[in-house]
């Protein structure tokens, strides 16, 4: 069974600073692209950034030049850094891996979510 666990979430005031990370566990034998999807309250869950295994990045419009995303394939962990935030960046957070292959299998996977909350 494959788990995605995050971390790094909370409170921050706008213009600061948040790093997120996602850490996959379980017989993984490669994992193709991570990346970090978010959901405000009333709107559809949408991409932030993903990254795939050669480091080949891909971000939202909102988002770029203010947040880098980066990953570390021996721990099959992704990162989200998350600087100069806006209020309109307060959102639930959520890590993804597509294409985990396993022993015997090949899937995607959720993470549980992090809040994000900026304001003043």
């Known amino acids: 069974q494959v788990q995605l666990v995050e971390s790094g979430g909370g409170l921050v005031q706008p213009g600061g600073s948040l790093r997120l990370s996602c850490a996959a566990s379980g017989m993984i034998l490669s994992i193709n692209t991570m990346g970090w999807y978010r959901q405000a309250p009333g709107r559809q869950r949408e991409l932030v950034a993903r990254?795939?295994?050669?480091?080949?990045?891909m971000y939202a419009d909102s988002v770029k030049s203010r947040f880098t995303i980066s990953r570390d394939n021996g721990k099959n962990t992704v990162y989200l850094q998350m600087n100069t935030l806006k209020p309109e960046d307060t959102a639930v957070y959520y890590c993804?891996?597509?294409?985990?292959?396993?022993?015997?299998?090949?899937?995607?996977?959720w993470g549980q979510g992090t809040q994000v909350t900026v304001s003043s």
């Open positions: 990254i795939t295994s050669g480091g080949i990045t």
């Open positions: 993804n891996a597509a294409g985990v292959q396993t022993r015997g299998s090949i899937g995607d996977y």
